[in-house]
């Protein structure tokens, strides 16, 4: 049974950074205006992207489901607002490829008007939670600490499995990123009522919260929370604020002191792990069934004027949240999405808002300045110093660079989380995590090929099976008929044949035999017998008798 310490364990690696979220904090949190047209994308989660339900010209209600789940790791996709579907197409998204993909586009009426969803579950701490389960599903709730894994599939541990210790992510780590801290200060209700519908969902024997201490407002806001409810089940361990603090391997480590198995799952020791704003989403669509059509969004950054967190609706073009804050500034130089060091740039801020952003950073120059060109690698071991997945960056960095995608799984790879801290450290300025992430799409390339392969060839073989039992099948019939015709009496077979023969001679010379009794005959000659004889044929065939 996992246990919690009594003081937090320290990670290996990491970095001390400076926070940079005070600048965002100091508005309160506000509801982003609605924009005119909303562009919402089919794939806004790890796994299958959702399939559209609607067509243009289809008006839709605010919740109303516009697209549905595939797969298992999938989920459904629903209208942010009330309005007119206008087109179905390929579009812009956020995303480091910068192209384009399936999305829905939804020309708002102003006027927000509900669908009756059927989300809302009266009794819930009663249901069982496979139909909460099933709930979550259909709300379209995804991971919203940044992987955005369907939330659904982490509530179900699976047969035989127990759930020693969930623990609910509030190690909001990364700078300038202060939604769920925002979050807990101003609804720790939701958060609240969110996590305890996931303790009944998981039956979890421990509930804790662990959150860094830089963030006393949001561990005030939740302690009193708890205490008005009188809850005593959820405890709340803070940890100190160390990047990658909020990685879900590393705040594990820290509250328990148990390591997750290399390439494994934290269901591996009896640990689930999901973020505060998941565990808020989660309430919203129990108690209140609203499906996931809004996030929470940190705008932040020198680049903006008014750096703020907004309630934002999916969907809502970036260029309307800078508005809504002022604008840009003279000062601003990159457009990211997400932190500065798990964050990507943006080519422009016509990009939608999806359920996984939650920061948008206007960054200066001085805060995110362009990486010079990279040098060779010095060996200096910096990057091994602050991984916190005690991997071998300088390793893995060379087999990604000779492609020798066998060998980097070798070291691996997909302990790596991308966190950035090898790169920040690296007096080469090697982008190390590029590397990274286009060794695991390689590899990722290669499973899929592999398994399309697969596939080709057990479909080949099924073929030839098929092909050969119906062969076999054939030569049985086959043989079944010789067998039978050969049991067959020959014998009976012969006196059959003839007595037809003799049948037949026998009409063939009876109508011989009446042709002659016709057959005009010269009388000439005869004897008084044979005249006798001819007269009385003759009576015969006229139907004359003697004494007629």
């Given at each position: 049974?996992?246990?919690l310490?009594?003081?937090?364990?320290?990670?290996?690696g990491?970095?001390?950074?400076?926070?940079?979220k005070?600048?965002?904090?100091?508005?309160?949190?506000?509801?982003a205006?609605?924009?005119?047209?909303?562009?919402?994308?089919?794939?806004?989660n790890?796994?299958?992207?959702?399939e559209?339900?609607?067509?243009?010209?289809?008006t839709?209600?605010?919740g109303?489901?516009i697209?549905r789940?595939?797969?298992?790791i999938?989920?459904?996709?629903?209208a942010?607002?009330?309005g007119?579907?206008?087109?179905?197409?390929?579009?812009?998204?956020?995303?480091p490829?910068?192209?384009?993909?399936p999305?829905?586009v939804i020309?708002?009426?102003?006027?927000?008007?509900?669908?009756?969803?059927?989300?809302k579950?009266?009794?819930?701490?009663?249901?069982?939670?496979?139909?909460?389960?099933q709930?979550?599903?259909?709300a379209?709730?995804?991971?919203?600490?940044?992987?955005?894994?369907?939330t659904?599939?982490?509530?179900?541990?699976?047969?035989?499995?127990?759930?020693?210790?969930?623990?609910?992510n509030?190690?909001?780590?990364?700078?300038?990123i202060?939604?769920?801290?925002?979050?807990?200060?101003c609804?720790p209700?939701?958060?609240?009522?969110?996590?305890?519908?996931?303790?009944?969902?998981?039956?979890?024997?421990?509930?804790?919260?662990?959150?860094e201490?830089?963030?006393?407002?949001?561990?005030?806001?939740?302690?009193?929370?708890?205490?008005?409810?009188?809850?005593?089940?959820i405890?709340?361990?803070?940890?100190?604020?160390?990047?990658?603090?909020?990685?879900?391997?590393?705040?594990?480590?820290?509250?328990?002191?148990e390591?997750?198995?290399?390439?494994?799952?934290?269901?591996?020791?009896?640990?689930v792990c999901?973020?505060?704003?998941?565990?808020?989403?989660?309430?919203?669509?129990?108690?209140?069934?609203?499906?996931?059509i809004?996030?929470?969004?940190?705008?932040?950054g020198?680049?903006v004027?008014?750096p703020?967190?907004?309630e934002?609706?999916?969907?809502?073009p970036?260029?309307?949240?800078?508005?809504?804050?002022g604008?840009?500034?003279?000062?601003?130089a990159?457009?990211?999405?997400?932190?500065p060091?798990m964050g990507?740039?943006l080519?422009?801020?016509?990009?939608?808002?999806?359920?996984?952003?939650?920061?948008?950073l206007?960054?200066?120059?001085?805060?995110?300045?362009e990486?010079?060109?990279?040098h060779p690698?010095?060996?200096?071991a910096q990057?091994v110093?602050?991984?916190?997945?005690?991997?071998?960056?300088?390793q893995?960095y060379?087999?990604?660079?000779?492609?020798?995608?066998?060998?980097?799984?070798?070291?691996?790879?997909?302990?790596c989380?991308?966190c950035?801290?090898?790169?920040?450290?690296?007096?080469?300025?090697?982008?190390?995590?590029?590397?990274?992430?286009f060794?695991?799409?390689?590899i990722?390339?290669?499973?899929?090929?592999r398994?399309k392969?697969?596939?080709?060839r057990?479909?080949?073989?099924a073929?030839?099976?098929?092909?050969?039992?119906e062969?076999?099948?054939?030569?049985?019939?086959?043989?079944?008929?010789r067998?039978?015709?050969?049991k067959?009496?020959k014998?009976?077979?012969a006196?059959?044949?003839?007595?037809?023969?003799?049948a037949?001679?026998?009409?063939?010379k009876?109508?011989?035999?009446?042709?002659?009794?016709?057959?005009?005959?010269?009388t000439?000659n005869?004897?008084?017998?044979?005249?006798t004889?001819?007269?009385?044929?003759?009576?015969?065939r006229?139907?004359?008798?003697?004494?007629a």
């Amino acid at each position: 049974m996992v246990t919690l310490l009594e003081k937090p364990a320290s990670f290996p690696g990491g970095l001390h950074l400076p926070p940079e979220k005070s600048q965002s904090l100091t508005e309160p949190l506000q509801s982003a205006a609605i924009p005119p047209r909303l562009t919402v994308p089919l794939s806004q989660n790890i796994g299958e992207a959702a399939e559209a339900v609607v067509k243009p010209g289809d008006t839709v209600l605010r919740g109303q489901l516009i697209a549905r789940s595939l797969g298992y790791i999938s989920a459904p996709v629903h209208a942010p607002t009330s309005g007119t579907v206008s087109a179905i197409g390929d579009y812009p998204v956020p995303h480091p490829s910068g192209l384009s993909a399936p999305c829905i586009v939804i020309d708002s009426d102003g006027e927000d008007r509900a669908a009756d969803t059927g989300l809302k579950m009266d009794n819930v701490y009663q249901e069982d939670p496979a139909d909460i389960r099933q709930h979550v599903r259909d709300a379209g709730i995804v991971g919203l600490g940044g992987a955005g894994f369907p939330t659904a599939v982490k509530l179900n541990p699976g047969p035989g499995r127990v759930v020693d210790l969930l623990i609910i992510n509030a190690a909001e780590c990364e700078p300038y990123i202060s939604c769920d801290e925002a979050l807990m200060c101003c609804r720790p209700n939701d958060v609240i009522e969110g996590i305890r519908i996931m303790r009944h969902a998981l039956h979890a024997k421990q509930v804790v919260i662990g959150i860094e201490d830089n963030m006393p407002n949001a561990i005030d806001c939740l302690q009193n929370e708890l205490t008005r409810l009188g809850e005593t089940r959820i405890q709340i361990k803070v940890i100190p604020a160390r990047y990658p603090a909020g990685g879900e391997k590393q705040l594990i480590y820290a509250l328990t002191g148990e390591e997750v198995p290399s390439q494994g799952l934290p269901i591996d020791i009896g640990v689930v792990c999901h973020n505060v704003g998941t565990a808020a989403a989660i309430a919203r669509a129990i108690h209140h069934g609203e499906p996931l059509i809004s996030r929470i969004v940190t705008v932040t950054g020198a680049g903006v004027n008014q750096p703020r967190n907004l309630e934002v609706r999916i969907g809502t073009p970036i260029a309307a949240l800078i508005e809504h804050c002022g604008g840009y500034t003279d000062e601003v130089a990159r457009l990211l999405v997400g932190g500065p060091m798990m964050g990507f740039a943006l080519r422009t801020d016509q990009l939608p808002i999806i359920k996984t952003s939650n920061c948008v950073l206007a960054a200066s120059a001085q805060e995110a300045p362009e990486p010079p060109p990279p040098h060779p690698c010095i060996r200096c071991a910096q990057c091994v110093d602050v991984c916190p997945a005690s991997l071998l960056p300088q390793q893995l960095y060379w087999y990604a660079f000779a492609r020798d995608m066998e060998k980097i799984q070798d070291y691996n790879l997909f302990d790596c989380i991308e966190c950035g801290c090898c790169a920040q450290v690296c007096p080469s300025h090697i982008p190390l995590v590029q590397y990274y992430r286009f060794a695991k799409t390689e590899i990722w390339d290669m499973e899929r090929e592999r398994e399309k392969s697969d596939l080709a060839r057990l479909r080949h073989e099924a073929r030839q099976e098929r092909l050969e039992r119906e062969k076999k099948a054939l030569e049985e019939r086959r043989a079944r008929a010789r067998k039978s015709l050969d049991k067959k009496p020959k014998a009976g077979n012969a006196d059959a044949k003839k007595a037809e023969i003799e049948a037949a001679l026998a009409r063939v010379k009876a109508k011989k035999s009446e042709q002659a009794d016709v057959m005009p005959l010269n009388t000439e000659n005869l004897t008084s017998e044979q005249h006798t004889k001819i007269e009385q044929i003759e009576r015969r065939r006229t139907g004359k008798t003697d004494g007629a």
